[in-house]
């Protein structure tokens, strides 16, 4: 099987144009140059403001760069595709819908119910909701509802899975749960995953490699190699001193 999911930014730049007759353009992204390997699972860190969702949003197609560009697998990146999957902190489910046909909703539009019938189920019961099916979004926790969310995406079998804080809503035991579940379905389906977050011990749990970015306009500071074996202790010496070296990265004291 070809590994699939390989992601390019070329001297990538983004300038948004002033907003008002007295404003100045703002520069959002400055030639940011980076290959992610096909697989991989790299976390976005940075102060706030600083890049990291015009980056994701770029990458999803859902805005232009004004220089540079992105290649995943080798073609441009021009507009949103299902190849390139999007889970935002909050859920958006359909409250009408159950889980079942949340999760089925993309299939059913594009005609492909039937055939992906199977697949609803094998990705329901990947994040965990086996049994919800028949449920509606109002009976779950938010935690369920962004599994929801999860496999509504995995459905279209993405090569590229893009997270802006997905978890950031939740609270700190079911987000420990859901970093361990999506590792799982990472291992289950090899797809390529992007986050953005603002907590560096999320990063430092989930991410192979961690891109550091500065306050605007973002340029990439460093990427930093997680390297450390899994299952990931979050309590282990390595894991700390991983935590500080990219809180001194960041400027921040640990
Ligand atoms: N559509 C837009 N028009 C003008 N400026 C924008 C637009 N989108 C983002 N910006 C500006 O670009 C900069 C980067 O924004 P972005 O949302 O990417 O930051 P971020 O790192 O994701 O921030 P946060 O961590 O707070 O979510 C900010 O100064 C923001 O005001």
Not at 185 to 192: D, P
Not at 236 to 248: N, Y
Request: charged share 25%; net charge neutral; with cysteine.
């Amino acid at each position: 099987m070809v590994a699939t999911g390989q992601i390019t930014f070329n001297n990538l730049r983004k300038v948004f144009p002033p907003r008002t007759e007295t404003s100045s353009p703002v520069e959002a992204l400055h030639h940011v140059n980076a290959e992610v390997e096909p697989g991989e699972f790299i976390a976005l860190i940075g102060p706030s403001g600083c890049g990291k969702s015009t980056l994701l949003r770029l990458l999803a197609g859902l805005d232009q760069p004004s220089q540079g560009k992105i290649l995943v697998d080798g073609n441009l990146v021009e507009r949103p595709s299902r190849e390139r999957g999007l889970v935002f902190q909050d859920p958006t489910l359909y409250p009408w819908l159950t889980i079942e046909q949340n999760v089925g909703f993309g299939p059913k539009l594009a005609g492909e119910y039937r055939e992906k019938r199977q697949s609803i189920h094998e990705f329901i019961e990947l994040v965990g909701l086996k049994g919800f099916e028949k449920n509606y979004p109002y009976e779950l926790s938010g935690g369920m509802q962004q599994r929801v969310a999860l496999a509504r995406t995995l459905i279209n079998y993405p090569k590229v899975l893009l997270f802006d804080e997905p978890f950031g809503a939740l609270d700190a035991f079911t987000r420990m749960k859901m970093h361990d579940e999506l590792l799982k379905i990472r291992e289950r389906t090899n797809i390529t995953m992007v986050m953005v977050t603002h907590d560096v011990e999320e990063a430092v749990y989930l991410a192979d490699r961690v891109f550091t970015m500065t306050p605007r306009p973002a340029i990439l500071k460093k990427i930093v190699d997680v390297n450390l074996p899994r299952p990931r202790r979050r309590d282990s010496t390595a894991f700390i001193k991983k935590k500080e070296e990219i809180l001194d990265i960041l400027n921040f004291t640990a």
